[in-house]
């Protein structure tokens, strides 16, 4: 199945600089990967996603990358602010029969101020 | 709209007993699915329906099971609790099985 590794665990960055979070994957069927944000005691709250016909989207100060060939998508937010700050997961859906998403375990972000 | 929506929030229970869990999606959606949250393994997919149909199952015991009704409002049953099974227990909602999900705000279940 699936596998869906994320990097790294723990962020700290200054506010008004630039957060990356990178995944990769394993399973080369997969077409769908989204990214959610968790603030602490909330619901996964899902902030931008992009499909594997596109190589980048991006939503105001928030981005996404996606390498089909390297299997790896990356999230990128610039001029960080405060509220920025929780746990971001990544995740990967098969296009092969299954719809499930594969979560990676998570980076807690935190954007000092 | 209304988000998806989960009752109860929050659960107490004993080893041995069973549990039943509630979501209701987002009106109009009719796929939902299952998740565990635990500190140490993160999120891990548990089962997902679409039209009362369960189209995928995770890696979890057969004391973990779910159906779907005709409104597409979902439950999960547990069965013969265990301590490990202490958890947040979130669904999520989609229109159809393939479009972006959206969560719930979970059940937290505590097994004593």
């Known amino acids: 199945g699936e596998n869906v590794e994320q990097h790294p665990s723990t962020l700290s960055v200054q506010e008004g600089d630039s957060a990356v979070i990178k995944c990769t994957y394993s399973d080369s069927a997969s077409n769908y990967f989204p990214w959610y944000k968790q603030e602490l005691g909330k619901r996964p709250q899902l902030i931008i996603d992009?499909?594997?016909?596109?190589g980048e989207k991006k939503d105001q100060r928030i981005a996404v990358t996606l390498n089909k060939t390297a299997k790896h998508f990356s999230l990128h937010i610039t001029e960080t602010q405060p509220e920025d700050s929780a746990v971001y997961f990544c995740a990967a859906r098969s296009g092969a029969g299954s719809y499930q998403l594969t979560f990676g375990k998570g980076t807690k972000l935190s954007v000092i101020p | 709209k209304a988000g998806v929506t989960q009752t109860p929030r929050y659960l107490i229970k004993t080893r041995g007993q069973q549990v039943t869990l509630s979501c209701s999606p987002i009106s109009g959606h009719r796929s939902v699915s299952w998740y565990q949250q635990t500190p140490g393994q993160g999120l891990q997919f548990l089962f997902e329906?679409?039209?009362?149909?369960?189209?995928n199952k995770g890696n979890f015991p057969g004391r973990f099971s779910g159906r779907q009704f005709s409104n597409s409002r979902s439950e999960m049953n547990v069965s013969t609790l265990e301590l490990g099974d202490s958890a947040l227990y979130l669904c999520?909602?989609?229109?159809?099985?393939?479009?972006?999900?959206?969560f719930g705000p979970g059940t937290r279940l505590t097994v004593t």
């Open positions: 329906y679409f039209s009362e149909t369960q189209r």
């Open positions: 992009i499909r594997s016909n596109v």
């Open positions: 999520a909602s989609s229109l159809h099985l393939s479009t972006e999900q959206y």
